[in-house]
């Protein structure tokens, strides 16, 4: 009974540890989109320049901003879990907008 309460608290201990750490990247990729919003975005688009090539300028400042911001244990982690560390920003940041733009 011992040894399945230690292997059951090891697998929660991760699970947890995994779960938070997701979630930091989930803050860092939401606060990263935000700031590129704000700062970049909103001006492009009330001057109506917000075309194709800005659209990608935005994608990889948001991304740059991400990467400042994770952890090298992070960046791991998402490689680890989730493949290619850039594919999941594109991604993420991508859904992170949906979100915002249907709120």
């Known amino acids: 009974i011992g040894a399945k309460l230690?292997?059951?608290?090891?697998?929660?201990?991760?699970?947890?540890?995994?779960?938070a750490i997701i979630k930091e990247a989930n803050d860092i990729v939401m606060n990263a989109v935000k700031c590129v919003l704000q700062t970049y975005v909103d001006s492009l688009k009330?001057?109506?320049?917000?075309?194709?090539?800005?659209?990608?300028?935005?994608?990889?400042k948001a991304k740059e901003k991400a990467m400042e911001q994770m952890?090298?244990?992070?960046?791991a982690f998402v490689?680890?879990?989730y493949g290619n560390l850039d594919s999941w920003?594109?991604?993420s940041i991508e859904?992170?907008?949906?979100?915002?733009k249907n709120k």
Do not use: C, M, V
């Open 79 to 81: 490689e680890k879990n």
């Open 71 to 75: 952890s090298n244990d992070t960046k």
């Open 95 to 100: 859904a992170t907008i949906s979100t915002i």
């Open 89 to 91: 920003l594109t991604t």
């Open 6 to 19: 230690i292997s059951w608290l090891s697998s929660k201990t991760k699970s947890e540890k995994a779960t």
């Open 46 to 60: 009330k001057e109506g320049k917000f075309d194709e090539a800005s659209q990608f300028l935005a994608l990889s």
